[in-house]
């Protein structure tokens, strides 16, 4: 096993890709500790101490959505099916306009595929949001939504992609990606964008200089085996074209859903998902530690075990709350700087393209390009 860790290291140190079988290895090694201390050691080469989080917003403006996944407790398959709704462009101006203070400096939206929506309301979304929250930027539409454009309007994802970018898109949250095994989707969310889909929308978004987040859902009914081939994956997009900025590992909620019988992760295999990712995505800027998912403690724990990010105030969370968090709905700014000053690190406020945001210049919030000594790891990676 020491071996095993020795060789991993040695690789982190020279930039090499970590091998599927050693991947897999990892995965049955008991000594999670000794794990960590190699996914720590990394963190701290390319992040020192830092640890980001982001002044943020969650809009889900409609939850109607004709993909039936098992795992989604969100999701409502009909207008008029109990609890489905579907906000105008207005109401979401509305919904925008009751939670927005200054110095939020983004918006991340994730909708169900909705099939009364034409592709005018997305682009409607986006032009109300630039036009009358200029400070926000918006990371908006999982790949399994613009793939779902792309077929429903006939378009390429370029050619959908451009219209929202013209419309005010400035990046993509990294839902949907689930586990790429094909046997596992088959099994948990068959009439969606397949794994091959997924990865060709982010290729196509990356190569028209938007950046991303990628993400893998584990604790339904993979095997470890696929969870690396999923990681391998991500990793070898993220060679061929840079463009994924954060890795966000999701762990399975069962309340509220037709997986309800499986039990939900362990705290080990959160962390355990959290230090293997930041080995195995050993060329991914970031590991997001997402609190509303994980829970504020083990969110916090994680900053040791590899993750650099806890993501950000979130305000109104739906998709995991539906499914059984018991995360509050919101943290304030200081409580996320207090969780992270209590893990030992430093807490850093970023924006969506991870520029530290300048705390110290009085009454607002600017971008500066590099303050802290822990982003200057980032040479690494680039070279
Ligand atoms: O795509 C849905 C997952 C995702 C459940 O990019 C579930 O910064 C577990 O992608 N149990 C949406 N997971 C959330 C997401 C996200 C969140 C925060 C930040 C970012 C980012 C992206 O949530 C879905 C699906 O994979 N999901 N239901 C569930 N019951």
């Not at 925008?96 to 682009?123: A, C, K």
Request: charged share 25%.
């Amino acid at each position: 096993m020491h071996n095993l860790l020795g060789t991993i290291e040695s690789k982190l140190e020279q930039g090499e890709d970590i091998s599927f079988k050693e991947g897999c290895e990892l995965f049955e090694c008991s000594d999670l500790l000794s794990i960590a201390a190699v996914a720590n050691r990394y963190r701290e080469k390319l992040h020192g101490k830092v640890t980001y989080y982001n002044w943020n917003l969650h809009l889900n403006s409609t939850n109607v959505c004709e993909a039936d996944c098992l795992f989604c407790s969100f999701a409502r398959l009909k207008t008029g099916d109990p609890e489905a709704y579907t906000m105008s462009v207005e109401e979401a101006h509305r919904w925008i306009s009751q939670r927005y203070r200054p110095g939020m400096t983004e918006i991340h939206i994730v909708n169900g595929l909705n099939p009364e929506l034409d592709f005018d309301y997305y682009e409607s979304l986006l032009r109300m949001i630039r036009r009358d929250f200029p400070a926000l930027h918006i990371k908006a539409f999982t790949a399994v939504e613009i793939h779902y454009f792309a077929e429903k309007f006939a378009m390429s994802y370029t050619q959908v992609l451009e219209k929202l970018i013209d419309a005010g898109l400035g990046s993509l949250p990294g839902g949907g990606a689930e586990v790429f095994s094909e046997r596992v989707r088959k099994k948990i969310c068959r009439d969606k964008a397949n794994s091959q889909q997924w990865l060709e929308v982010h290729r196509a978004a990356h190569n028209l200089g938007l950046k991303s987040n990628c993400t893998m859902l584990y604790g339904t009914v993979e095997r470890p085996a696929e969870l690396v081939e999923h990681l391998l994956q991500l990793r070898d997009l993220q060679s061929e074209t840079g463009g994924f900025q954060a890795f966000i590992p999701l762990a399975f909620h069962n309340e509220g859903n037709r997986m309800a019988k499986l039990p939900s992760p362990t705290g080990m295999d959160d962390l355990r998902i959290v230090a293997l990712s930041r080995i195995l995505l050993h060329n991914i800027p970031h590991i997001k530690a997402y609190w509303v998912m994980l829970g504020i403690k083990t969110a916090q724990i994680a900053q040791s075990f590899g993750a650099n990010d806890i993501d950000g105030t979130v305000t109104e969370e739906k998709i995991y709350h539906m499914a059984g968090s018991r995360s509050p709905d919101a943290l304030s700014i200081p409580e996320l700087r207090r969780v992270i000053e209590a893990a030992g690190r430093i807490p850093v406020e970023r924006d969506t393209l991870y520029r530290p945001i300048d705390l110290n210049t009085e009454g607002s919030y600017q971008q500066s390009d590099n303050r802290y000594g822990g982003s200057a790891g980032l040479a690494i990676l680039a070279s």
